[in-house]
């Protein structure tokens, strides 16, 4: 069983639990349900720089990146910084993360937050909206081609981007909806968690221009995004990068007065 087959079936259980003690009535009362959200698609388009930051305690390959830094305190620090939003690991039994740190960033800051979360049931979209996030991230190797463009429909009638992530060729091709905003290329081999810009090249050519091309994992220097906005992208999420610093949010904005002087 992979890492990501794992993540899965341990959700399946969390989520079934989670519908019975809070049915989704319950999520419809949140005044965030009422909040007009931040299009992440939107500031990606309109933007020189395109990151995504990501605030991630720790990972199933790295049990501890940072527990120094409360994510209200990187959320301030990443929109000083001038990043176009903000990734917030919600998953608590692999990342250490949860729903209350969306909740604080989305109290802090007014950039799009995406909810970065292993969603395999509607109900989890429904809680991305109850928490104050502005996108989500729908995973195509989680998911048959008929939930990707159900869950990418529910999410759009609720107000929230769409970011899609592949791997592969395969992948892509059952991810082509018109309620997908942005298509994501993670860089990360799942089997070997190896990471590799090479991933996002080949699959460049692939991406429709309708999709704001999004590339993940693995992007590290100023250099990476030169390189890999001469194949259309114009997202980067960038996760352990500015997280393994004492302070995340300067990091960010060291990394973006280079990335200007590029």
């Known amino acids: 069983m992979t890492i990501l087959e794992k993540i899965t079936t341990y959700k399946q259980k969390e989520v079934s639990a989670k519908k019975e003690a809070f049915p989704v009535s319950l999520l419809e009362q949140s005044k965030w349900f009422e909040k007009e959200t931040y299009s992440l698609a939107t500031a990606l388009r309109n933007t020189h720089t395109g990151i995504i930051a990501e605030h991630k305690r720790r990972s199933p390959s790295k049990p501890s990146i940072n527990n120094n830094v409360q994510v209200?305190?990187?959320?301030?620090?990443?929109?000083?910084?001038?990043?176009?939003?903000m990734s917030?690991?919600?998953?608590?039994?692999?990342?250490?993360?949860?729903?209350?740190?969306?909740?604080?960033a989305r109290k802090a800051t007014t950039f799009p937050l995406l909810r970065k979360e292993f969603i395999i049931d509607p109900y989890q979209i429904y809680e991305a909206k109850a928490y104050g996030a502005d996108a989500i991230l729908l995973i195509a190797a989680c998911l048959t081609e008929i939930q990707l463009k159900e869950f990418s429909a529910l999410a759009k009638s609720l107000q929230l981007d769409v970011l899609l992530e592949v791997h592969n060729e395969d992948e892509l091709r059952k991810s082509l909806h018109e309620t997908v905003d942005m298509l994501g290329v993670n860089n990360r081999n799942l089997k070997t968690f190896e990471t590799s810009l090479e991933i996002s090249k080949q699959l460049a050519p692939l991406i429709p221009n309708e999709f704001v091309k999004v590339s993940e994992s693995g992007i590290s220097t100023v250099e990476a995004i030169s390189e890999l906005q001469q194949y259309g992208y114009q997202g980067f999420l960038i996760g352990e990068n500015f997280m393994k610093t004492e302070n995340p949010g300067e990091a960010a904005k060291q990394f973006i007065k280079k990335l200007f002087n590029e």
């Open 88 to 104: 917030v690991l919600t998953d608590t039994n692999f990342f250490g993360g949860s729903l209350d740190d969306l909740v604080l």
């Open 72 to 85: 209200q305190d990187v959320a301030r620090g990443y929109e000083m910084a001038g990043v176009n939003g």
